[in-house]
């Protein structure tokens, strides 16, 4: 048992002194991809999305209407979500035994372990990674704003600045012109400048 405690410590060590030689641009980044993955490697899938899982994952064995309640989310926004979710494989729904007219529903396997990946960087608080992805949602000014998105602005953030195939290179790859449209996008809004 000792053997095991001790490289249990040494481990969480590690990831520790990794995180703390994070800037806070790369955690944003770090945890933006873990989003991505834990949302079945869909860059394309909203903050909001991104918002409701880990909703699910913070109260476990919720309803979809506790859900939208939590999150004020309209009904018929929060069944093509949770539908989306569940056609993923990001989340499973067992029989409610206080309603049986309802689904408790849970996040499992690999949306839970990529989702614990994106916790580890946000002190494993459910509260900071929603406020991290509220704040960034305000921030893109967009009514269905991407993770895609959010990876462009942090990733900017990180450099400062950087050309256009760069910045392309830090994604998540797919076709060009999603990506070029993403950042068009940005451009139109004013969040990114091009200097060409």
Not at 21 to 43: F, H, R, W, Y
Not at 132 to 154: G, P, V, Y
């Amino acid at each position: 048992m000792g053997y095991y405690t001790s490289m249990k410590q040494a481990s969480l060590m590690k990831t520790n002194a990794k995180r703390a030689m994070t800037t806070n641009a790369q955690k944003a980044c770090v945890v933006i991809d873990c989003l991505v993955t834990a949302l079945g490697s869909e860059p394309s899938s909203s903050l909001r999305r991104a918002q409701i899982l880990v909703d699910i994952d913070e109260h476990p064995g919720s309803t979809q209407t506790e859900i939208m309640d939590r999150l004020a989310i309209h009904k018929s926004a929060i069944n093509r979500e949770i539908d989306w979710l569940f056609n993923y494989g990001c989340i499973m729904f067992q029989d409610n035994v206080k309603d049986a007219r309802s689904k408790q529903i849970y996040i499992c396997g690999y949306s839970k372990k990529a989702l614990d990946s994106a916790l580890e960087y946000s002190e494993n608080s459910h509260e900071k990674l929603k406020f991290f992805l509220r704040n960034m949602e305000k921030l893109l000014k967009q009514e269905k704003a991407t993770l895609r998105d959010a990876k462009i602005i942090a990733a900017l953030y990180e450099k400062k600045e950087a050309d256009k195939q760069g910045v392309i290179a830090s994604l998540y790859g797919g076709a060009h012109s999603t990506q070029n449209r993403a950042l068009g996008k940005l451009l139109e809004i004013g969040l990114i400048e091009d200097d060409a």
